[in-house]
Antibody, heavy 118, light 110 residues
């Protein structure tokens, strides 16, 4: 079965940076768009970013535009989320999902927790 | 403030049916077929249960069904079972290369 494993979360100070990774396996990673979704503690889901299979189109939510960068390494079957200028409101569990902006997001990782606090 | 409006809670007894609404606008739910529903148990990742308004991924029981009328999508859970107790989220493509979610509905099986 499809596996998605996020890593890289942790505690970071406001204004700091963090890079999340999502290791994919058991599917043709290079053929699928991928998406990041986050969930603040006790809150609902929020779309963060989606990237096409060949990285030619990358989209961001307004809340992270200019601060977050999504990329992927297809030979390594890995999706990344570079997060800069982090704010307290970025505190959340970050999930990666197989699927893009319009295509179905049928598999999700278990998530990685990012806490932005001094 | 979530872009799509869901009732915060819903409930039903085992065996009953319950419907959860997801109200948006003509710019999201009403304008596209890319409406999905996710089930999330506490501490777990979301699980896709409905896509493209009314399509079920393989492995999802046919007790789960989806529909749309105008700017409102609906998820119906028939024959409620204890394991259906979870949070449910709708999502929709919203044009201009954005995706929006509802605020979530906590379903309680009485």
């Amino acid at each position: 079965e499809v596996q998605l494993l996020e890593s890289g979360g942790g505690l970071v100070q406001p204004g700091g940076s963090l890079r999340l990774s999502c290791a994919a396996s058991r599917f043709a990673f290079s053929s699928f768009s991928m998406t990041w979704v986050r969930q603040a503690p006790g809150k609902g889901l929020e779309w963060v970013s989606s990237i096409s299979d060949k990285s030619d189109t990358i989209y961001y939510a307004d809340s992270v535009k200019g601060r977050f960068t999504t990329s992927r390494d297809n030979p390594k079957n890995t999706l990344y989320l570079q997060m800069n200028s982090l704010r307290a409101e970025d505190t959340a569990v970050y999930y990666c999902a197989k699927g893009g902006l319009i295509t179905i997001k049928d598999y999700w990782g278990q998530g990685t927790l990012v806490i932005v606090s001094s | 403030q979530p872009a799509l409006t869901q009732p915060p809670s819903a409930s039903g007894s085992p065996g009953q049916s319950v419907t959860i609404s997801c109200t948006g606008t003509s710019s999201d739910v009403g304008g596209y077929k890319s409406v999905s529903w996710y089930q999330q148990h506490p501490g777990k990742a979301p699980k896709l249960i409905i896509y493209d308004v009314g399509m079920r991924p393989s492995g999802v029981p046919d007790r789960f069904s989806g529909s749309k009328s105008g700017d409102t999508a609906s998820l119906t859970v028939s024959g409620l079972q204890a394991e259906d107790e979870a949070d449910y989220y709708c999502s929709s493509y919203a044009g201009s290369n954005t995706l929006v979610f509802g605020g979530g509905t906590k379903l309680t099986v009485l």
